[in-house]
């Protein structure tokens, strides 16, 4: 999609404070420390998707078993060299200190390619979804322009109720169009065109209205398009840590007041999770190769300049997602 916000560059760092304050209890406190939740936790009993969620363990809690992530960046050899090597590393990231955001998964776009390709993907995010949740990750759905669609749902409720945090970045509530590191390399595709690469040509327009179907937004989970709202929920949960994917990772997933540019700039530890993401690249526009080797050089890209990212191996145990008209070997893309 193309940004609705007027385009600003993100020229400036600015100093990430890590200021905390004295919080209320907020909402994990009052779940977990219900006696409902209590009664649940580790009983072994089949329960919904919601009541594990309620009896994840408490933030800050000793019994949460870590996230065990293998992150990869892209990192210069020498400085001026461009001469870039894969480094990755394994980090552990309390579930508690950690959130996803789901970017603009919304149910239809204007380019009809694009539609058909986040109906193929969002099953796999929505089995993403749960399992973080049930480890105790705080889940963000951001399907922008439609919280129409959410005005009465306890998760947009969430979003607007959360504290006007005390470290709100500066331009926390635009979009971002670069950040300074990507000054030192070429940005590696043309998405002049608007990314589609249908025949014949789709029109354009805005017909989303939600979130597709597919992903299950749950009572505990929050919902914004706000770069400010999702900020404040951030710190009312202490949130140190970010997974972020959706659409389209050249455009809204970067680019978005709660993207990764925001996120990274801003001092908190963000990634891409860069099997489930899509990039608006037409293989008849600059560098001319197929859409999805497209949506690898953005990813490449991210990995040098902006953030590192992750697969959704690290939480499923099972080969990372991949497009059904992805012509690319496996073994070869390093997905
Ligand atoms: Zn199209």
Redesign the pocket.
Known sequence: MQPRLAAKNCSLFETASTNKTMKPLNRRHFITRSAFGSALAGSGFFFHPIQRALAAPAPGSKNAEPLSLTTRQRVEASPGTGNYQITERQVQWNPRETAVIVVDMWDKH?????TSRVAEIAPRMNTFIHAARDRGVFVIHAPSSCMDAYKDHPGRKRAQNAPRAANLPPEIGEWCNKIPSEENGKYPIDQSDGG???EP??EGGSPWRREVAAIEILDIDAISDSGVEIWNLLEEQGIKNVMIFGVHTNMCVLGRPFGLRQMSKNGKHAVLVRDLTDTMYNHKAWPYVNHFKGTELIVEHIEKFVCPTITSESLLGKPPFRFSADPRVPTATKL
């Open positions: 204007w380019c009809n390619g694009a589609c690469d249908c040509k789709c």
